[in-house]
């Protein structure tokens, strides 16, 4: 695996849209090269096991991954989720993460599809 085909991810953990529980968790050295489908069951495997990540995070079942933000590139101003673009932004499974355009340093949202679809409904928060 070359320098390029190696970076460092950051995956927002979304448990609730509604509430904005999300955690950050950093991801150095991932392989690009490998489908979103292997890196998801890397960080679900990860999650077990990792410190500082409290339990209801680690046994959610996440099952989406979307790009929310790359280096040099501009944020949402949705505080939870980009709700734009999706058919672009959302990973298909079993694409590389390089040919979905992941690079080093990218922001990533790990999330569960049918809360995000209730969300883009109806983008409230709960405080």
Partial sequence: MTDLACGTVTVRLIRSFEHRN?????????????????FMQSVDNDLKTKTGIPPPFRTYKYDTI???????GSKTSDPVINTDRDEE???????TLQDSGIKNETELS?????DYEKYKKDPKLTW
């Fill in 22 to 38: 999300i955690k950050h968790v950093v991801f150095q050295n991932v392989d690009l090269t490998q489908t979103t489908k292997t």
């Fill in 66 to 72: 979307k790009i929310l933000h790359q280096a040099h």
């Fill in 110 to 114: 790990y999330f569960k599809l049918e």
């Fill in 89 to 95: 932004l959302i990973l298909l499974p079993d694409i």
